[in-house]
RNA sequence: GACCCUAUGGUCUAGCGGUUAGGACACCUCCCUUUCACGGAGGUAGCCCGGGUUCGAGUCCCGGUAGGGUCGCCA
């Protein structure tokens, strides 16, 4: 039983192969390998993301496969997701799904993969299953070759691939060539476990196995991986195939230089879907992050991206984290979003705030949004700056009502509901006309009737511009609020 | 402990032997103004340290230091 992994006989595995690799010969993946160097035929790239779903997307994880995702539409070639679960008991299908949710609301989407997390479900491309689950057959074929030709050997129940001693080279699209000795530890004992003594395939095995059977060309992936490549180079060998290209990328650290985790802040791809931010400045904020256009531009549409994304631009030092900088990309993307997206989102905001719009006329709702479009950072905030729109009744920020509900304010605001009463049409203009002329005949300036004003019409000391916000409001919701207010107890009665 | 990567204002970065070291976020000041903002005009703040190469070094080399990563029957 211990030995469930080799027990099973060597069968063929019966899914389809790969179309560049159907030859069957070893060989022919070395031209796979070699994408840019052999043949006349110029083959396009195939990239992966492989995460393991570990119930969260990670946001280093997110720029991963956004870089990879960049590197396949720059150049035409295949994104590939492939689902790492060989840890049954922490993978649970709720777990892809998060993968793929986030993924999915990044808009990266994938040419080959899973459909859905059903990791025994459909999937769309040649080179299936997708799950590292299901590829089981594959992994003890590879092992078994190995075995027979002495690159591998049992241990103690499990299986240990001969490491060489002689330093290896790794040649790296982004760090260069990094050569990598062994350390002390690995001088003891090079070889490394590549089937557990359980019968379960280790990372370096399935990772190399897959990129093979899937025809990867270019694997870009987290420096994380860097020391290790040397393993998996050294497998790619012994399986007689030259390894894919190899891009390192750098890790994104907390603020203070901290490695991330998921309990940082920002670390994972869920709370910006929660928080209300834009999709595209999120992506757009990543790209900035460890990849350079060289020439000052931050925020670019994402075909610009796509046309200027490229290996060498990659930088090789890890950046730090910047929610602020985050928060103003994602603010900038606001501003200048098509209204309709604006109102989708906005709206969706509103809703999970609890305010329902659907009970309020469509026009009505979205020049009650037009007067906010410039200021939230995210969506999540847009609530707080135009809840009144939506609210019967408006709860008065004590700090204001204190400065603004005051017995010297009590005539002028009660004059200015009079002369606002008096007004045919109630349009912006008509009502900051009015302001100013009822400040002017109190002798005071416009400001001492604003702040009241504003507070009475929103019970906030800050907001969209007064005059318009009346507009929207309209004269009657406005001329009641302003009455409502004047019983306020600070007014004196 | 060993090995690998990295090092420009607080943060993200441009720079690739000769620059008043540029841009963006953040911060500060002023102007504009119905609030908060936007916008406009300014400002504070940077090449980790030490050697070397060179007429000349942020830029090249070496050594430190610091940060990160790896050395698992985790992925």
């Given at each position: 039983m211990r030995r469930a992994f080799r027990a099973q006989p060597a069968a063929a595995s019966g899914r389809a192969p790969c179309p560049n690799l159907a030859?069957?010969?070893?060989?022919?993946y070395c031209e796979v390998y070699r994408p840019f160097t052999t043949g006349t035929q110029i083959m396009k790239p195939r990239v992966r993301f492989a995460p393991s779903p570990t119930g969260f997307l990670h946001i280093g994880g997110a720029r991963t496969a956004l870089f990879n995702w960049l590197f396949a539409r720059h150049h035409g070639g295949t994104f590939v997701l492939r689902i790492e679960d060989t840890d049954v008991a922490r993978n649970t299908q709720a777990a892809v799904d998060i993968i793929l949710e986030g993924l999915r609301w990044l808009g990266?989407?994938?040419?080959?993969?899973?459909?859905?997390?059903?990791?025994?479900g459909a999937s769309r491309?040649?080179?299936?299953?997708?799950?590292q689950s299901q590829r089981k057959d594959s992994y003890r074929q590879r092992v078994e070759a190995l075995l027979s030709r002495g690159l591998a050997y049992e241990k103690e129940g499990a299986i240990r691939f001969k490491m060489q001693r002689e330093p290896i080279t790794i040649p790296d699209m982004v760090c260069g060539d990094i050569v990598r000795p062994l350390t002390d530890r690995e001088e003891l004992d090079p070889d490394f476990v590549i089937?557990?003594?359980?019968?379960e395939p280790v990372f370096h095995l399935v990772n190399v196995v897959d990129d093979l059977d899937m025809g990867i060309t270019h694997v870009i992936r987290g420096e994380d991986h860097l020391t290790n490549t040397a393993k998996h180079i050294a497998l790619f060998r012994a399986f007689g195939v030259e390894p894919p290209r190899y891009a390192h990328i750098p890790l994104i650290l907390n603020p203070d230089g901290s490695k991330m985790s998921?309990?940082?802040?920002?670390?994972?791809?869920s709370v910006y879907m929660e928080e209300g931010f834009a999709p595209e400045a999120v992506l757009n904020y990543l790209c900035l992050l460890g990849w350079?256009?060289?020439?000052?531009?931050?925020?670019?549409?994402l075909a610009e991206i796509i046309e200027r994304f490229?290996?060498?631009?990659?930088?090789?030092s890890s950046a730090k984290f910047d929610m602020t900088k985050l928060q103003w990309v994602n603010w900038e993307y606001i501003r200048s979003m098509p209204n309709d997206r604006y109102y989708e989102l906005a709206v969706h905001a509103l809703g999970k705030a609890g305010?329902?719009?659907?009970?309020?006329?469509v026009e009505y709702v979205r020049a009650a949004l037009d007067t906010v479009?410039?200021?939230?950072?995210?969506?999540?905030e847009l609530p707080g700056w135009c809840d009144f729109y939506f609210k019967d009744e408006i709860v008065f920020a004590p700090e204001a009502v204190e400065r603004d509900f005051v017995p010297a304010n009590t005539a002028g605001l009660a004059k200015l509901r009079d002369a606002l009463e008096q007004l045919a049409t109630f349009k912006s203009s008509d009502i900051e006309a009015t302001l100013k002329a009822t400040a002017k005949e109190l002798g005071v300036k416009a400001g001492v009737l604003v702040h009241p004003t504003r507070m009475a019409c929103?019970?906030?000391?800050?907001?969209?511009s007064l005059y318009h916000l009346m507009q929207v409001l309209g004269k009657d919701r406005t001329l009641a609020r302003i009455g409502h207010a004047l019983n306020h107890p600070g007014f004196g009665g």
């Open positions: 030859a069957g010969p070893l060989r022919f990266l989407d994938w040419d080959e993969g899973p459909v859905t997390s059903d990791a025994t491309g040649p080179c299936g299953p997708y799950f089937v557990r003594s359980d019968g998921k309990r940082d802040q920002g670390a994972i791809i350079s256009p060289k020439d000052n531009r931050e925020i670019m549409p490229d290996l060498p631009g990659v930088l090789r305010i329902n719009t659907n009970t309020f006329p479009k410039e200021k939230p950072k995210t969506f999540s929103t019970g906030k000391p800050i907001g969209p």
